[in-house]
C-alpha cells in the first residue's frame, strides 16, 4: 500500500500565487496561513474565499490560531480539507497535496474506518469521539500501526443544517505502546517480588493498593483481595492515620519520594513499627502511575528511640514553645536557658546573656515598662503577654523585639518563665515606611479629580480628600467613622452596608455602583472601587477607596440599544480607577503598577468610545454622540494626568537615572520647534530661533532635554497672546551652554517666581481661566535640569512678559 500524492489543480494555482486577496480571517496561521491566503480555492468544491459562508470562514480561523492539530472537512460529500500548522506531521507525505482535496481520497486506506465515524455526524449531526482507536496508514511511504485520540463535531450553518466537520486530534501512537512495554515489564517485576525477602506493595496514581508481595501478605495474615485499593489500612495503627493521610497525599501530589515511621498490626494482633519508603514511578515518557514501596520492620530499634525521647521530654517541651528565639528565666530574673537561636536575633551568645539575659541592653525609654509587665507576669501563673520594646542589638544598633511571655512557673517540667523572642525591626520599619507612603498618597490623592478616602482594618474611614468634601460639602466631623452614611441615597444604603460589611469581614476587594449625594442635593451615580492593603503575613491594616463619577456614562447607558457597549465602558473605568489604592505603596510599586493598571485601562477605554464615535458599532443618535464625545474628552484629561502623575513619580524615584550621551543641543532644540510648529501656527505665533553655525555637544539625556525644551516652548505660547512672537537663543559659553526662551506674555509676578518651580503649582492670571495644566511642567523642568547638574533662572515682569534661562554643562 502506498500513500496517495494526488494531483490537485488548485494547488498547482497556489504555487504560482494566483492573486488570492488578503482576508483578515485568515491572517497569521504560520504555513497553512499562509498557503490558505496564496491558495486559488476556485478550482475546489468550496469556490472563492470571498463566496465562503461566515461558519466556514469562523472555522478556518479558529484552527489556523490553535497551536493543537485540527482539521475540517467541509461539505457533506465533498469533505474539501482545511487543517493547521501541528496537523501536517499526523499527514506526514500526504501534506501539501491534501489542501482543498476530499478527505476519502486523502485517507482511503483508512477509509473503511473513518466513514462510518464522519457519516454519524454529518447524518445524525452528532459529535463523535474515540481514544486510542487504532489505524494503520501509509504516510511516510511504508504501512504503520497508529493510535489516534481525536473528537469530530458537527459545523452547522444558520438554518441548523450539518455543512461541516470540525474534528482536534492527538497521536497516542509513543504512550499505547509505552504502556503495552511497561505492562510486559511489570508482569516479570511482580514474579520477582513475590520471592524477596522484603515486604512490598504498590499503588496506582490515585493512590489504591493494587499489589502486596507474599511476605506482606504473610505478616498481616490477610489476602491480596482484603489489601487491595484502601483495604491495607485496616493494618494500621489509628494513631498514625491522619499523620499517614497527611504524608501520602503531599507524596502523591508532589510526585516525590517518602520516608516516614508508622504502626503496623501483625497477624498476632501486636503492632509494628514499620520504615515505610515509596519511590514515585513513572512511564518511559514521563507519566506518572503510582507509587513503589517497601517496608521494613525495625521496632525493637523504634522502642529504644522512643525511650531516649522521653528522657529528653523537658527540651521537646521547651522547643515545641518557642518562637524564634527561647529562654527561661527565674521569678529573680535569673537566666536558666537561652536557645542558642538568641544570637540570630540580637547578635550575642547564650553564654553573653546568661547572668541578666536583655535587661542591662534595654532602651532607656522601655526600662519602666518592662519591669512592670515583668513583674505582672510573675504574680499571675499561666498567664501569657506579649511585649514589643527596644534593644541594643551587639552590632550597636536599636533592635525591636517581640517578646511572648508566659508563667510556667507550675507546669511540669518547667518551673520558669518562658519568653519567645522574635527581631521585629523589620516590620517596624515598614510601618514607618507604610505612614510615609500613605503621606504621599494624601498628596497625590488630592490632586486627582476622583473621591479618595482611607480607612482602618474595621472599616471605619479616617481620612477623605478634598475633592470627597468639595462634592459633598460636608466638613469632617460629619464624616468621621461610619458618617458618610448621610450622603447616600436611603434605597440603596443597606445594600451598600450589607456588602460593604461582607467584605470587611472576608477580606474581599468591595466594587459596587451607587448615587452619592451632591451639595446641591442631588444624587450622581458613583462607581466605588475598595481594596484591602495587607502586611506580610497577610493581615489587613487598612482599605484604601475612590468614588468615580460615572453619571455622563449612566446616561448613556440609560439609551437601551447602548446597554452592552456602556457595561464595558463602566468595567474599564473600574480598572483604570484600581491602580488609585496602590498610591500609598512604596514609590517603587506606584511607579511598576501605574503604567499597567492605570494608562492601560484608559487607553482601552478611549478606544472603545472612539471606536463607537467612528461608526464602528450601531448608528448613534446626535444626543448619544455628544455625551461619548464628552466621555472621551474627560478620558484625554485624565490619561493626562495619570502620565503627569507617573513622570512626576518616576522623577522622585530614588532609582531614577538619566540615559545620557552626547548630542548636538542645536539639533534637539530644533527638532522641539518643529514638533510645536503647529501649535504656534493655531495660535498665529511665531518662533525667532538664535543659534551658532556650529555644533554644541553637550553630555545629556536627549529625550529628557528635549522635554525641558518643549515645555518651556509650549508655556510661553499658552500665556502669550495670538499673533505674538516667541524668541529661542542658544550661546555657548566656557563652561556651560546657555539656552534662552522669551515671551512677551502676561509674564509672573515677583512672588511667584520661585513658587511656580514647585510640583502643582498654577499661578493666577489673566489667562488662567483658558488655559489647562496639572501645574507640573515646570516642576520636571527644574528637576530634569538639576539632575543635569544644571540651573534654571527666570526673570520676569507682570504684563510684559517672561525670560527662562536654562544653564547645561559641557
Known amino acids: 500500500m502506498t500513500a496517495k500524492n494526488p494531483s490537485n489543480p488548485a494547488r498547482n494555482s497556489t504555487l504560482n500565487h494566483s492573486g488570492a486577496t488578503e482576508h483578515n480571517f485568515l491572517v497569521g496561521g504560520g504555513e497553512m496561513g499562509a498557503m490558505m491566503r496564496s491558495f486559488d480555492w476556485s478550482k475546489t ?53 491534501a489542501l482543498g482535496y476530499p478527505a476519502n481520497e486523502t485517507w482511503d486506506e483508512i477509509w473503511d474506518i473513518s466513514e462510518p465515524l464522519i457519516a454519524k455526524v454529518f447524518k445524525a449531526g452528532e459529535s463523535v469521539y474515540m481514544k486510542n482507536l487504532r489505524v494503520v496508514i501509509n504516510r511516510h511511504g511504508f504501512d504503520e500501526e497508529t493510535y489516534f485520540t481525536f473528537s469530530c463535531s458537527p459545523l452547522r450553518n444558520s438554518k441548523g443544517s450539518v455543512v461541516g466537520l470540525f474534528g482536534a486530534v492527538i497521536e497516542s501512537t509513543d504512550e499505547v505502546l509505552s504502556r503495552q512495554l511497561l505492562q510486559e515489564s511489570e508482569d516479570r517485576f511482580l514474579n520477582l517480588a513475590d520471592t524477596a525477602p522484603m515486604f512490598i506493595a504498590m499503588a496506582d ?26 483495604g491495607w489500612l485496616s493494618t494500621l495503627h489509628p494513631e498514625d492515620a491522619p499523620k499517614f493521610e497527611k504524608d501520602f497525599k503531599h507524596a502523591f501530589s508532589e510526585q516525590i519520594p517518602i520516608r516516614e515511621e508508622y504502626r503496623f498490626k501483625r497477624a498476632d494482633g501486636e503492632f509494628r513499627w514499620m520504615l515505610a519508603a515509596g519511590a514515585p514511578r513513572f512511564t518511559p515518557d514521563g507519566h ?44 529573680e530574673g535569673d537566666i536558666i536557658f537561652s536557645s542558642n537561636s538568641i544570637k540570630n536575633v540580637l547578635g550575642y551568645t547564650p553564654e553573653e546573656l546568661a547572668s ?44 525591636w523585639l517581640e517578646t511572648v511571655g508566659v508563667n510556667h512557673l507550675n507546669t511540669p517540667n518547667i518551673h520558669a518563665l518562658v519568653g519567645n523572642f522574635r527581631n521585629i525591626t523589620k516590620q517596624k520599619e515598614a510601618e514607618d515606611k507604610m505612614r510615609s507612603s500613605e503621606e504621599r498618597f494624601r498628596a497625590l490623592a488630592e490632586n486627582i479629580p476622583n473621591l479618595a478616602w482611607m480607612a482602618d482594618a474595621t ?48 477580606g474581599q476587594p468591595f466594587e459596587m455602583v451607587f448615587p452619592l449625594k451632591g451639595t446641591d442635593g442631588t444624587y450622581k451615580p458613583f462607581l466605588t472601587r475598595v481594596v484591602p492593603l495587607k502586611d506580610d503575613d497577610g493581615t489587613i491594616k487598612q482599605w484604601i477607596g475612590s468614588n468615580t463619577d460615572i453619571s455622563e456614562q449612566f ?72 455625551y461619548l464625545r464628552t466621555a472621551y474628552d474627560s478620558n484625554e484629561r485624565e490619561l493626562r494626568i495619570i502620565n503627569d502623575l507617573l513622570k512626576t513619580a518616576q522623577m522622585d524615584s530614588t532609582e531614577y537615572t538619566l540615559k545620557q550621551k552626547l548630542y548636538n543641543i542645536v539639533e534637539i532644540v530644533t527638532d522641539a520647534i518643529k514638533d510645536l510648529h503647529s501649535v504656534f501656527e493655531f495660535r498665529n505665533q511665531d518662533i525667532v530661533f538664535s543659534k551658532p553655525q556650529k555644533p554644541i555637544k553637550v553630555f545629556i539625556d536627549e529625550i529628557e532635554i528635549k522635554l525641558v525644551i518643549v515645555n518651556l516652548l509650549e508655556n510661553a505660547s499658552k500665556y502669550s497672546s ?78 510684559k512678559g517672561s525670560r527662562f534661562t536654562v544653564r547645561l554643562p559641557l
Open 45 to 97: 468544491a468550496v469556490g472563492k474565499i470571498d463566496t465562503w459562508s461566515d461558519e466556514l470562514r469562523t472555522a478556518v480561523s479558529i484552527i489556523l490560531n490553535s497551536s493543537s492539530p485540527m482539521f475540517i472537512c467541509w461539505g457533506k460529500h465533498e469533505l474539501t480539507n482545511f487543517y493547521n500548522d501541528a496537523y501536517k506531521v499526523i499527514l506526514g507525505n500526504k501534506h501539501p497535496a
Open 205 to 230: 496514581e490515585s493512590g489504591n493498593a493494587v499489589y502486596f508481595n507474599k511476605p506482606w501478605l504473610k505478616f498481616t495474615g490477610k489476602k491480596m483481595k482484603e489489601m487491595k485499593g484502601l
Open 722 to 799: 495670538p499673533g505674538s512672537t516667541v524668541e529661542i537663543i542658544i550661546e555657548k559659553k566656557t563652561k556651560y551652554v546657555k539656552i534662552v526662551v522669551v515671551d512677551k506674555g502676561v509674564g509672573v509676578s515677583k512672588d511667584n517666581q520661585q513658587r511656580i518651580f514647585e510640583k502643582f503649582t498654577r499661578v493666577d492670571n489673566e489667562l488662567s481661566d483658558t488655559v489647562t495644566g496639572t501645574g507640573l511642567g515646570l516642576y520636571w523642568v527644574k528637576q530634569l535640569v538639576e539632575l543635569h547638574n544644571g540651573t534654571v533662572e527666570l526673570t520676569s515682569h507682570l504684563g
Open 459 to 506: 472599616g471605619s474611614i479616617y481620612w477623605y480628600n478634598n475633592r470627597w468634601y468639595e462634592y459633598t460639602g460636608t466638613k469632617p466631623k460629619q464624616m468621621e467613622g461610619w458618617g458618610w452614611q448621610s450622603v447616600h441615597d436611603p434605597k440603596y444604603l443597606s445594600g451598600v452596608l450589607k456588602k460593604w460589611k461582607y467584605s470587611i469581614k472576608s
Open 356 to 399: 541578666s539575659g536583655v535587661t542591662p541592653y534595654l532602651h532607656p525609654e522601655d526600662i519602666e515598662y518592662f519591669f512592670s509587665n515583668f513583674n505582672d507576669l510573675i504574680k499571675h501563673p499561666e498567664k501569657q503577654l506579649t511585649m514589643q520594646y527596644r534593644v541594643k542589638h551587639k552590632d550597636g544598633s536599636w533592635a
Open 555 to 626: 446616561k448613556i447607558k440609560q439609551t437601551e440599544a447602548r446597554n452592552e457597549e456602556l457595561e464595558k465602558i463602566t468595567q474599564q473605568l473600574a480598572i483604570q480607577r484600581k491602580e488609585l489604592i496602590s498610591l500609598n505603596k512604596t514609590k517603587d510599586e506606584f511607579i511598576g503598577m501605574a503604567s499597567h493598571q492605570l494608562r492601560t485601562p484608559a487607553t482601552a477605554v478611549k478606544q472603545y468610545i472612539g471606536l463607537l464615535i467612528d461608526g464602528f458599532s450601531d448608528p448613534l443618535t446626535p444626543g448619544q454622540t455628544q
Open 288 to 331: 506518572f502511575i503510582g507509587y513503589f514501596g517497601t517496608y521494613t520492620d525495625f521496632d525493637d530499634l523504634k522502642q529504644a528511640q522512643l525511650a531516649l525521647q522521653q528522657r529528653e521530654e523537658r527540651f521537646r517541651t521547651l522547643i515545641e514553645k518557642s518562637a524564634d528565639a527561647v529562654q527561661l528565666v527565674s521569678p
